[in-house]
């Protein structure tokens, strides 16, 4: 979620999955603030789920538990912090970053931001919505979309040519939602809040690439977790 903008074919590089393992670690000690034991956290339950599916090892993510919930190491002293602004051709971009130097990201961001323009507070952010995204799949062919989406409380859902589902929820009923789908056949893989673009743009090959250029070397700073882009598929 958040990076449909990422370029298909990019390779699988063992330094791109050390960025990924590091993102997912972050989210797993956040979670293990809130308790070590998955089967009472599910935000942790589900943070553990997707570090699996991406292949962590098992150490990395015993770790990452232990060190969240303050038993190795000392306290966490990650924060979250959003920034908004625009990529190059005026694209709508927001950062979310977990951090433990507000001060190194703020000039990271300054930097990172050159070749497009960083915004204050609510410069964008009025151009997307702030919903809870849970994705999912079918157990069996019998699984109707429409009621599980009805029945569970979600909003709205979008649906995959795979067989994958998105449910879209009010940020509040995020954890609702993700816990009644399987009662009507649906498993979930990942539960998170999101910034949905209303209005995503189009732009031709050359000016896409040049976004996703930008997108990219976002995205590789260690402090960024997610980044949510106004661009269309």
Known sequence: MGAQWKAKHKQDTAAAKGRIFTKLAKE????????????????????????????????TLERAIKK???????????????YEG??????????????????????SMRILFRKGQLGNSGSVSWDFDYLGAIEATADNKDADVEVAAIEAGAQDFEQDDEGGVIFYT?????????????????????AKLIYKPK???????????????????????????????GLGG
């Open 170 to 190: 009010e940020p509040t009923d995020l954890d609702l939602v993700q816990k009644a789908l399987p009662e009507f056949g649906f498993s979930v893989s990942s």
């Open 28 to 59: 797993i000690m956040m979670a293990a603030k809130n308790g070590a034991d998955p089967s009472m956290n599910s935000k942790l339950r589900l943070a553990i789920e997707t570090a699996r599916k991406a292949s962590m090892p098992k150490d």
């Open 199 to 229: 209005n995503p743009m189009s732009l031709d090959d050359a000016a896409r690439a040049e976004v996703e250029a930008f997108l990219e070397a976002i995205d590789n700073d260690d402090d960024v977790q997610t980044v949510y882009v």
């Open 68 to 82: 969240g919930a303050g038993l190795l190491d000392g306290p966490v002293n990650y924060e979250h912090v959003v």
């Open 86 to 107: 625009f990529a190059p051709h005026q694209v709508p971009v927001i950062v979310e970053c977990l951090t433990d130097n507000k001060n190194r990201s703020a000039q």
